[in-house]
Nanobody
């Protein structure tokens, strides 16, 4: 079963950029549907971005045009490039992997990485 580890979070000023990484082990990610979610204090976890096994991408309206999701199957890693960050982007960001049906269709979460946007 796949294990996920996020990294790259931190403190950044408004207008700045960060790149989050989600490194997978235990299984090859190439067939997985990969997503990023985030959860701000006192709020529910929300969808941020998705990249399919075929590299189609989808974004929440709140991040469209600012965030870019990508995947490097050779290195079993998914990225989230976050540009023009706003204070409302502050949250714990989680990576999620959805296995293909032939691998059981399991959903796996990482432990999260904190992103704080503040001056």
């Amino acid at each position: 079963q796949v294990q996920l580890v996020e990294s790259g979070g931190g403190l950044v000023q408004p207008g700045g950029a960060l790149r989050l990484s989600c490194a997978a082990s235990g299984s090859i990610l190439s067939g997985y549907d990969m997503r990023w979610y985030r959860q701000a204090p006192g709020k529910q976890r929300e969808f941020v971005a998705r990249i399919s096994s075929g590299r189609s991408t989808f974004y929440a309206d709140s991040v469209k045009g600012r965030f870019i999701i990508s995947r490097d199957n050779a290195n079993n890693t998914v990225y989230l490039q976050m540009n023009s960050l706003k204070p409302e982007d502050t949250a714990v960001y989680y990576c999620n992997a959805l296995a293909p049906a032939y691998k059981g269709g399991f959903s796996t979460w990482g432990q999260g990485t904190q992103v704080t946007v503040s001056s």
